[in-house]
């Protein structure tokens, strides 16, 4: 069987993630792969750190490369590079008026130098000029190789064990910027001018010596081969590891052969349509064309788009947020059940999600008789939540207000409401906020309001230990205080569920859920309330004591409370018919 080894990174269509994959370059296909155990291969860096590509397996079908979006086969770093390298190269640099470096032809150092990361882009996307910028851009290319573990004061003798492969970059340079500055840095790091690709090969799978064939529009311009390097692969990883830590995965552009546009009399320069083919042997060929004058800078666009921070709880999800709803801004997992004309809207608790339903919808059999629109609040099941979103009551309410918007609820057509622990202190801000919206509210275990300050550094405690120690610390008690003996020792199913949705939470969006509920010290007016309300608790509730939920039906207009014997707070895992038969009597 052929080696799977011409890796390329592309998109996946069907994720929107990065992927690695080999590429059939006679087919112009790519090979999905993936390690053996099942989960795809994300980036070259990850292929380098497996080490032997036996660790690797095709993964589906082929794919036509035309269907998808090619990408840098590797970036995220500033390119290191050789200047000068090629002794015919130098002689051309040396004499075109370009060079403020050392005037040998021969350097007696080799020239060092980087390409900012924002330069780099992908085989087939257009290089910018920013005409504004130069009027001498050149090209040169180049092979680069690519590290394959962490190296300082690498031996010459050893420094091919640290070689993990070759690519083929293309180091476009802008010379008069390049000769004014008086050294390479700006010249080189154009947003755009560092095209890499479109493979990277381990130098296994190569011959010792590479060729490297430079075109533009089809004239060949430059020529030669890895035995011409003046200062050759050894040497050079010797040179710059002598006082830093060479990582894997940096990228060495190894200097460009004689050929350049410098090098012609007169010189001549990148202009808008030409286009510049890169080939070296076993890489494929690397091609890009320059683009037609544009104000606007791909690379600043792309680079705004990026952020430093990572939403909390979106592994569950896959494709970036595929099959979430957009709330007030936010993903949100939101689905609806049924098709009646009854609306039905369903708010968890803490360490719940939409699933808490499931029980009471079956026993009610509610999927018949109305629409249903459940939903996991940010951060907890499968809703993600950005670190700079702040959660309190209110803004829950909101995005609440929202899921009442997303599902057309309107006071011609007002909705019943049911709500868990911690959502019944939503459900009732949003009720107050939006009177006529709500027809009937539904209470499960509703909490104290305002909170007592005990309970609220209760909750902040809580918060901090999760935060440090994960869910697997906190679900013990959390079972064991919020349910019944009764329960503990009749209703096993429960109190797995309970433990399963627990477990499941993302701890630091637990957190920060725990961290709404401490912050609910200020008093809900709740008689104000003009909806008929039930009061649902447990007679086993710590937090949700039925002398609190006889205090609720005092202050509530239209209101009334049910007692479930042997029941601790949650209701629906714990006597999901009791529940039941509570709604059914209102």
Sequence with gaps: MAKLTNYIAYVNSETSFDQIGHLDIERNTIQPLSFLSGTPVKSLYQVIEAGSPDKLAAAGPPIPVDSVKILPVISGRDVLAVGKNYIEHAKEFNSSGYDSSDKVDRPSHPVIFTKRVTSIIANREDIQLHEDFTSTADYEGEIGVILGKPGFRIKEQDAWEYVWGYTIINDVTARERQRDHKQFFIGKSADTYCPIGPIAVPKEDLPKTLRVQTYVNKELRQDSTTEDLIFPIPELLAVMSAGQTLQPGDILATGTPAGV???????????????????????????NQIAQPNPSNTMASRTHSLSAFELTNASRTISKGAGLTIVNGKPISYQTIGSANENIIFAHGLGGTKDYWTPLISTLSLAESGTLHLYDFEGHGLSPTHPLSQLSIESLAIDLAGIFQIAGISPSAPATLFAHSMSCLVAIKFALDNPGLVKRLILLGPPPSPLTEASSNFFLARAALVRTKGMATIVDATVDSGTSDFS?????????????????????????????????????????????????????????????CDEYKKSIKNSRCVELKDVGHWLAFEDAGGVARAVKGI
């Excluded at 949705?501 to 007016?525: N, V």
């Design 488 to 548: 503990k020792r009749n209703n096993p199913l429960a109190i797995a569920a309970i433990r399963l949705s627990l477990l499941g939470q993302d701890p630091e969006a637990y957190a920060k859920a725990c961290h709404a509920l401490s912050g609910a010290t200020t008093r809900l007016e709740v008689e104000k309330l003009d909806v008929d309300t039930l009061i649902i608790t447990g007679e086993k509730d710590r937090f949700s004591t039925p002398s609190l």
């Design 261 to 287: 546009g410098i090098g012609k009399q007169p010189p001549v320069f990148l202009k808008s349509g030409d286009e510049i083919s890169i080939s070296v042997t076993g890489l494929g060929t690397l091609t």
